[in-house]
């Protein structure tokens, strides 16, 4: 899979709609600090189902909605748009939106789904809000402090298999 475009509005820092081309050929984002560089990471993984506020560097899943600054007023919901092509070469159009005290919705081409049909997707993809494609501050030195079943997780996200368990929960429970 390769994400081509990513467009951002209300999310974090990005107030005013944003767009950015993933074109091939791009190694890195720089810019002062505090300019949203990680901030753009995190709408990647925000929009591929990350579900825990942590470790977007908030305390709830509300604070990735702009929260308005001395000059502008906050923002009632964010909302990140990802464009990728898959490997079978199909256009894919990924959209997470939260407002405030309405939660998370989904969408993929146009269509309302479940947040686990989001993860699913990129899970079986080998990427996902989790994946070691996506290295975020503090990644490293988790990688190396972590429990051998918490290294297994890690090892089966980049193989394509995390769906599979998943799938296991579900056939269980039915
Ligand atoms: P560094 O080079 O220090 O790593 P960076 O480019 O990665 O910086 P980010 O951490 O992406 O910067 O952006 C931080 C900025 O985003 C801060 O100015 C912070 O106030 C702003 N920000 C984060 N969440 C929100 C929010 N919900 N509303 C408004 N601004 C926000
Ligand atoms: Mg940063």
């Given amino acids: 899979m390769r994400i081509r475009r990513l467009k951002l509005s209300g999310f974090k820092s990005f107030v005013e709609a944003a767009e950015l081309r993933i074109d091939p050929g791009l190694t890195g984002v720089v810019g002062p600090n505090g300019c949203g560089k990680s901030n753009l990471l995190e709408a990647i ?7 825990s506020p942590k470790s977007m560097r908030g305390g709830g899943m509300e604070d990735v909605i702009f929260a308005g600054t001395a000059a502008r007023p906050p923002r009632a919901f964010a909302e990140v748009v990802l ?3 898959t490997s079978d070469g199909e256009e894919l159009e990924v959209l997470r939106r939260i407002e405030r005290g309405a939660g998370s919705a989904y969408r993929v081409n146009g269509r309302d789904v479940r947040a686990k049909d989001v993860a699913l997707i990129f899970a079986d993809a ?3 809000a989790h994946s070691p494609a ?3 501050q503090g990644r490293i030195a988790a990688v190396i402090a972590a429990k051998p079943a918490e290294r297994r997780a890690m090892l089966e996200e980049a193989a394509g ?6 799938r296991r929960k579900d056939a269980e429970s039915k």
Wanted: hydrophobic share 50%; net charge neutral.
């Fill in 45 to 51: 993984r925000w929009v591929m189902g990350e579900s």
């Fill in 83 to 85: 464009h990728a092509q």
């Fill in 126 to 128: 080998a990427t996902g």
């Fill in 134 to 136: 996506l290295v975020s």
């Fill in 161 to 166: 298999i995390a769906g599979l368990h998943v």
